[in-house]
């Protein structure tokens, strides 16, 4: 079986290395009465090969020598076979590799976190690339931490759990989090200590169930996804309703058709608020379709008629083309971006 480095192998020789040291100045001093300096000296330049100051002057000190030579001859060997295995092993490379991680990881701003890349983040991770969403993956498993090579994400070795880590994974500057850890107690904890620590962010958790659901509301997410539940529903769906959960598939899935469906707020800046649909033109403008509005309070909009207002702090579900929804958020943007 292959080993990995070992820096303990590495101490170990350079333990070995301060020990034939001090044996051979005690020697030194001992057979020739040179002072300590001398003695060291003469024991430094004999191990390491570079050559002796004078030829021993009796026997004592040329039994130290040869010692110290055949010594320093093994350590040194040793010692090279540790760096030569460190570079074959890509070691000093792992070394700038980590640093290059963690430097991609503090330039992040307004990224997700997703905690957990089992499976369930696997996915998200997926939807994320399509979209061109930066992310940082937090996990301690080998095998999530294989995944993430395999598919050459962020990543950071550690608990979602631990604040230090979430703090390492840019808590404080990232946009959203993911709490897929398979460990209900674990989402929950998560979730406590992100909304703790960034009461703006938004959290997206998994439950295993209604009970967990419920107190993974309480300790702050915005939003709680049950797989299970969620899958039973498709599949049932696509019984019931096969065209309509195949449309809808479509359209949500970041890797689609050209169709999408895109959620843009209105803000004060926009310039937008109190406005009717008709007013915007915002089918002749862009060419995307408003399907719902969001209003303030929560409650939602799903037919929405020409007359109907947009208010700042409403949120626009429209579908349409890239192109179209691009088109879109240009017309909801801020007034002051686009003079610019």
């Given amino acids: 079986m292959e080993h990995a480095f070992s820096f303990r192998r590495f101490a170990y020789a350079v333990s070995a290395m301060a020990l034939v040291l ?3 100045t005690v020697g030194f001093r001992l057979a020739i009465h040179e002072t300590w300096m001398q003695s060291f000296y003469r024991a430094v330049v004999s191990s390491t090969l570079t050559g002796l100051d004078t030829v021993p002057r ?7 020598t040869i010692f110290l030579v055949l010594a320093g001859i093994s350590i040194f060997a040793y010692i090279g ?9 890509g070691v000093i490379g ?3 590799a980590e640093r290059r991680r963690r430097r991609a990881i503090d330039a992040l701003r307004d990224h997700y976190i997703i905690c957990g890349f089992g499976r369930v983040g696997q996915r998200v991770a997926e939807e994320f690339r399509h979209v061109g969403a930066q992310f940082v993956v937090v996990d301690y498993s080998p095998e999530a931490k294989a995944a993430a090579e395999e598919e050459k994400v962020l990543f950071i070795e550690g608990n979602g759990t631990d604040d230090d880590d979430l703090n390492s994974a840019g808590l404080q500057r990232a946009r959203g989090l993911v ?23 938004l959290i997206v958790a998994r ?10 509301k309480l300790a702050g997410a915005d939003r709680i996804v049950q797989p299970y539940q969620a899958a039973g529903r498709v599949m049932a769906n696509l019984l019931l309703k096969p065209q309509v959960t195949a449309f809808v598939d479509v359209v949500t899935s970041a890797g689609g058709a050209d169709l999408r469906f895109e959620e843009i707020e209105v803000t004060d800046a926009s310039g937008q608020g ?3 649909i008709r007013d915007l033109e915002i089918r002749k403008e862009t060419g995307a379709l408003i399907v719902a509005l969001r209003k303030r309070d929560g409650t939602f909009d799903t037919t929405p008629t020409p007359e109907a207002a947009v208010e700042v702090g409403d949120v626009l579900i429209a ?14 943007a801020p007034r002051e971006t686009l003079a610019r």
């Fill in 94 to 96: 792992g070394l700038w």
């Fill in 319 to 332: 579908a349409g083309t890239e192109e179209e929804l691009r088109a879109l958020e240009q017309l909801f």
């Fill in 58 to 64: 009796n026997d004592g000190a040329r039994i130290v």
């Fill in 207 to 216: 439950a295993s169930n209604e009970d967990a659901s419920r107190k993974l």
């Fill in 22 to 24: 001090a044996i051979g």
């Fill in 81 to 89: 076979s540790l760096v030569v295995e460190a570079i074959a092993r």
């Fill in 179 to 201: 709490a897929a850890s398979d460990d209900d107690a674990d989402n929950l904890y998560i979730t406590l200590s992100a909304r703790a620590a960034n009461p703006e962010l």
């Fill in 274 to 276: 109190g406005k009717t």
